[in-house]
C-alpha cells in the first residue's frame, strides 16, 4: 500500500516549452503533497508544499509564476514548468503525506527533466 | 530554524567493512521525526527508518543499525558488513511533528563499496 506514482519518469523539452508532471497516489488519499527539486550531486530543496482544494505554498526564492502546483484532487498533485530553460533542467520528485498527523510519507520516483 | 548537516559527502570502503554515515540536525521542536532515505542511481529515494525524537532506543534491522542521542543531536547510521549492492547515496532528514510531513533533508552521503 501507499504507492505514489511519479509520471513523466524523465522527459527533455525544448527552451519555452512547459512540461507538466504528475504525482499521484495510488491507494491512499493524501491532503498534502511536497515537490521537490533536486541537482545533481546535491540535495533535495523543497520548492513547495500542495494542499487539496488551496493555494500551494512557496518556499522562498521559488517562482510561483514559473513553478505552477495545481492539487485539484486528494490523489493528484501538478507540477508544471512554466516556459522551461536549460537551468530548470534537475530531478523533482513528488512525496505525499497520510497517517495519524501526516507524517508518514511516501515519495514518487521522481522526474527528470531535460531542457535544451 | 531547522537544519541537517552530513558531514561526510563520500565515504569509500572495501566490501565487508563496517561504515558508520553521520547526521548532526539543528531544530528547536521538543516533538520531531528524523529519517534516513536511500537513493540509488535510478533516483528513487527507498525509506530506511523513521525515528520520533521520544524514542531515543538504538535500532537494528538486519545489516542497518541506527545510534539516536538527542544529548549530540545526532542520529547516525551504521551499515555492517558492507556490500557493493549498499552502494548509493544516503540522506538523513527532518520533520517537525506539526509540519505534515516536511522534510529538511542534509546534503547527502555517497558511499561506495567496492568488492
Known amino acids: 500500500g501507499a504507492v505514489v506514482s511519479q509520471h513523466p519518469s524523465w522527459v527533455i523539452c525544448k527552451s519555452g516549452t512547459s512540461v507538466k508532471i504528475e504525482c499521484r497516489s495510488l491507494?491512499?488519499?493524501?491532503?498534502?503533497m511536497f515537490w521537490y527539486r533536486q541537482f545533481p550531486k546535491q540535495s533535495l530543496m523543497l520548492m513547495a508544499t500542495?494542499?487539496?482544494?488551496?493555494?500551494?505554498t512557496y518556499e522562498q526564492g521559488v517562482e510561483k509564476d514559473k513553478f505552477l502546483i495545481n492539487h485539484a484532487s486528494l490523489t493528484l498533485s501538478t507540477l508544471t514548468v512554466t516556459s522551461a530553460h536549460p537551468e530548470d533542467s534537475s530531478f523533482y520528485i513528488c512525496?505525499?503525506?497520510w497517517g495519524t498527523g501526516a507524517n508518514v510519507l511516501t515519495f514518487g520516483a521522481g522526474s527528470r527533466l531535460t531542457v535544451l | 530554524a531547522q537544519k541537517v548537516t552530513q558531514a561526510q559527502t563520500e565515504i569509500s570502503v572495501v566490501e565487508k567493512e563496517d561504515v558508520t554515515l553521520d547526521c548532526v540536525y539543528e531544530t528547536r521542536d521538543t516533538t520531531y521525526y528524523l529519517f534516513w532515505y536511500k537513493q540509488p542511481p535510478s533516483g528513487e529515494l527507498v525509506f530506511l527508518i523513521r525515528r520520533n525524537s521520544f524514542d531515543e532506543q538504538n535500532e537494528i534491522s538486519g545489516r542497518y543499525s541506527w545510534n539516536f542521542q538527542k544529548s549530540t543531536s545526532s542520529f547516525n547510521f551504521t551499515i555492517t558488513a558492507s556490500q557493493v549492492v549498499d552502494s548509493a547515496v544516503y540522506f538523513c532528514?527532518?520533520?517537525?511533528?506539526?509540519?505534515?510531513?516536511?522534510?529538511?533533508f542534509g546534503q547527502g552521503t555517497e558511499l561506495s563499496v567496492k568488492p
Open positions: 491507494d491512499f488519499q493524501a491532503t498534502t
Open positions: 512525496s505525499a503525506a
Open positions: 532528514a527532518l520533520s517537525g511533528y506539526n509540519q505534515g510531513g516536511k522534510l529538511i
Open positions: 500542495s494542499n487539496e482544494g488551496s493555494k500551494a
